[in-house]
């Protein structure tokens, strides 16, 4: 089979497609004809290795890890002995983590891990995504913010993969939603449910006159000084992004300033969130927005695209 993999830190260059052998299922797990998966944010950083200090994980050198893609959506070819939620032909979608990546023809993962089977109203494209910025900001606006109805949530970033959801998210929770983007993405962000929104280019964040209960920083682009200010003496501040600057504050104030990597919570604790998500889905109470769409043989472009910084939503592999 085909799969994506990198051998070396370093751009998108380093990327390769090459023939692997097909995995085959252990007893526990299924085997899915990957028909969609996800590029995300995450996956161009760990190909640089950035930030460094994720080395002591990733692997010091050079990757230890070579498969790239987390994020999938596809079609149960196998299973082994032990399944018994899936079977040959069910169309399931999820989130493989720490092995073989997504990015490629197969896979192979436990039936227990985060994999659900797809509602029928969205397509593969959709649902490969969903576990990028929608369990990401799931995570940290339900179990980190427990967010409340009535509650005023600021999302900055409002129109990149988490922040596209988390304005989604904080409505099916009943906030007031302020979106931050710049003004090409106004309507967008106004389309998905948020009340106001702020361009970041015209609004100075810092000299706003009312805080809020939430902040919720997916880019990791607000400084103290303004998070500080939007969050008054009452307020949450958070961020999926860690910097030593969040750090710093996190050990000083760790009520007040949040980070968290959502992909290292117990899988017990992602896959209640995943679930959770899967029912809205169902009930078409979101929506994933794709901005572009890539063969796995054009994934280095994906990677090119994605860390413009400029991507509106998630972006998709297509294997067919
Ligand atoms: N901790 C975790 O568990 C976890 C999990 C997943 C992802 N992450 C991290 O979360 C971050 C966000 O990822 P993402 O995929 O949602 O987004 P992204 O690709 O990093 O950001 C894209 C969006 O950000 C907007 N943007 C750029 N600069 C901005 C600014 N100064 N203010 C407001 N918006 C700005 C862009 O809109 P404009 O073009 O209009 O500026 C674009 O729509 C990444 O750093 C990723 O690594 C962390």
Redesign the pocket.
Known sequence: MKAAIFTQYGAPEVIQIVDTEKPSPKPDEVLVKIEASSV???DT?IRQGVPKFGRLFLGLIKPKNKALGTGFSGVVEAVGSQVTKFRIGSVVFGEKLFSEGSNAEYLCMSEDLVIAHKPKSISHSEAAPIC??FL?SYNFLKDIAKIKSGQHVLV??A?????SAAIQLAKIMGAKVTG???A??IDFVLALGADEVLD?TKVKLDELSCTYDVVYD????LSYKTFKTLIGSNGLFMT??LNGEVLWHMLWRPNKVKF????VKKTKELKRLFEELVQFFEQGKLHTNIDNTFKLSEIKYAHQY?ET????GNIVIKNS
């Open positions: 995300t944010r995450a950083m990028d910025g990401t900055n970033g129109s990149g993969s988490l922040g931050v983007c710049s090409k993405n970041y997916t880019v990791g682009k999926p992004v968290a990597a959502t992909g994605v910084g400029r991507k509106v």
